[in-house]
């Protein structure tokens, strides 16, 4: 009796601890995780100095997609803050017109308690320009080789008590630049050479073209209904391997309930 239980623990025991690990292992491959886990799609991280953003002077960030349909949904940006701000700050994704000014309609919004942001006179230390804030926004599909904008406000700030978004005066990112708005989006000008800093996090998607409308870019554009690069590649495997751990403990199972059975005998 004690050769059986022995016997249990050899092989029952470690089959069952790595049956759930290597299925807990498939289950997780497709999921795709939001930063730190996985690095920005696209970025720029290069700052020298602060910006302004109060009352009607807002600033914002041209970027452009890359080859693939990109679904965003979240960014991050770096701030600092001086005096004693309004309580939010917000951010927009917009379309761009020409390849250069904003358009008025946002596409996706998000905020930020200014209460959590560091002080860009901190007595030395600089670690505000260390420092990235996360927006989370509603998925959003972005197009291939186009150009959109980040802009952010903050209505309620003023000249003294303000949100720094850090740049780069000397800005080599080749997708985008700095723009601002001295009236609350009406007007805007390109800064040349200067650029935000900014990361953006998602997934790249593989599309599934149908015709519809889309009020952010044309009258009439393609928006691709899509499937994640990571579900259709796991979806189905997962469930194959699971098929065939189960087979093969099954088969132990028979194996010693058999052996033990002749021994019984």
Same mark, same amino acid.
């Given at each position: 009796?004690?050769?059986?239980?022995?016997?249990?623990?050899?092989?029952?025991?470690?089959?069952?601890?790595?049956? $759930?690990?290597?299925?807990?292992?498939?289950? =997780?491959?497709?999921?795709?995780?939001?930063?730190?886990?996985?690095?920005?799609?696209?970025?720029?991280?290069?700052?020298n100095t602060n910006s302004q953003i109060y009352?009607?002077?807002? $600033?914002?960030?041209n970027f452009t997609t890359g080859n693939d349909?990109? &679904?965003?949904?979240?960014?991050?940006?770096?701030?600092?803050?001086?005096?004693?701000?309004?309580?939010? $700050?917000?951010?927009?994704?917009?379309?761009?017109?020409? &390849?250069?000014?904003?358009?008025?309609? =946002?596409?996706?919004?998000?905020?930020?308690?200014?209460?959590?942001?560091?002080?860009c006179s901190d007595g030395g230390s600089n670690?505000? @320009?260390?420092?990235?804030?996360?927006?989370?926004?509603?998925?959003?599909?972005?197009?291939?080789?186009?150009?959109?904008?980040?802009?952010?406000?903050?209505?309620?700030?003023?000249?003294?008590?303000?949100?720094?978004?850090?740049?780069?005066?000397?800005?080599?990112?080749?997708?985008?630049?700095?723009?601002?708005?001295?009236?609350?989006?009406? =007007?805007?000008?390109?800064?040349? &050479?200067?650029?935000?800093?900014?990361?953006?996090?998602? =997934?790249?998607?593989?599309?599934?073209?149908?015709?519809?409308?889309?009020?952010?870019?044309?009258?009439?554009?393609?928006?691709?209904?899509?499937?994640?690069?990571?579900?259709?590649?796991?979806? &189905?495997?997962?469930?194959?391997?699971?098929?065939?751990?189960?087979?093969?403990?099954?088969?132990?199972?028979?194996?010693?309930?058999?052996?033990?059975? @002749?021994?019984?005998?």
């Amino acid at each position: 009796m004690k050769k059986k239980i022995a016997l249990i623990k050899i092989i029952i025991i470690p089959l069952t601890i790595t049956t $759930i690990l290597l299925w807990s292992k498939i289950s =997780n491959a497709g999921s795709t995780e939001r930063y730190p886990y996985n690095p920005p799609i696209i970025s720029y991280d290069e700052d020298n100095t602060n910006s302004q953003i109060y009352s009607t002077y807002w $600033i914002g960030q041209n970027f452009t997609t890359g080859n693939d349909y990109f &679904n965003l949904n979240s960014f991050q940006l770096k701030l600092c803050k001086i005096g004693v701000p309004a309580t939010t $700050i917000s951010c927009a994704l917009k379309s761009v017109l020409g &390849n250069s000014n904003p358009l008025p309609l =946002n596409i996706q919004t998000a905020s930020y308690n200014t209460a959590s942001i560091l002080s860009c006179s901190d007595g030395g230390s600089n670690e505000y @320009k260390k420092n990235y804030y996360l927006f989370d926004i509603a998925d959003f599909l972005l197009l291939p080789n186009t150009m959109y904008n980040i802009t952010c406000a903050c209505q309620s700030c003023t000249s003294s008590n303000y949100i720094s978004w850090r740049y780069d005066n000397t800005g080599t990112y080749s997708g985008g630049f700095f723009v601002n708005s001295s009236d609350s989006g009406a =007007n805007w000008s390109i800064v040349e &050479n200067y650029d935000l800093n900014f990361r953006l996090y998602g =997934n790249i998607e593989i599309p599934t073209p149908t015709t519809t409308t889309n009020v952010y870019i044309t009258a009439s554009s393609t928006i691709p209904t899509t499937t994640e690069v990571t579900n259709a590649e796991f979806g &189905n495997l997962k469930y194959l391997v699971l098929l065939i751990i189960l087979l093969v403990v099954f088969t132990i199972f028979d194996f010693v309930r058999r052996y033990f059975g @002749k021994e019984t005998r």
